[in-house]
């Protein structure tokens, strides 16, 4: 059974860090594209970071470029975000999803979230002021 697990949410204050876990089963992560969203209660989805299949190019959001940074772990079958300077506006439910890549973009930002294939259930960050 394809399935990703997120977790490390919780609750931070703003100058915190979190780091955010989503591991894999039923398939291998290092052969998707990897994303992780967040969505903010009455706000659009938000991409956040994504890393390539090819060679691990990480792209980030300008929200969150120089804070956030994204890692592949292939022994663990898991991909992390690590999340440093959190700020307010950073709360929201976080989510990683997996693209099996058949485009096989190198910018891993090119695909949309229509485009991955599997979602986890989510973990909740919330950063307090």
């Not at 931070?12 to 594209?33: I, M």
């Not at 890549?101 to 695909?111: I, M, W």
């Amino acid at each position: 059974q394809v399935q990703l697990v997120e977790s490390g949410g919780g609750l931070v204050q703003a100058g915190g860090s979190l780091r955010l876990s989503c591991a894999a089963s039923g398939f291998t992560l290092d052969s998707y594209t990897i994303g992780w969203f967040r969505q903010a209660p009455g706000k659009e989805r938000e991409a956040v970071s994504c890393i390539n299949t090819s060679d691990g190019l990480t792209e980030y959001s300008d929200s969150v470029k120089g804070r956030f940074t994204i890692s592949r772990d292939n022994a663990k079958n898991t991909v992390y975000l690590q999340m440093n300077s959190l700020k307010p506006e950073d709360t929201a439910v976080y989510y990683c999803a997996a693209n099996p890549d058949e485009l096989q973009y190198y910018y891993c930002s090119a695909y949309g979230p229509l485009e991955y294939d599997y979602w986890g259930q989510g973990t909740q960050v919330t950063v307090s002021s």
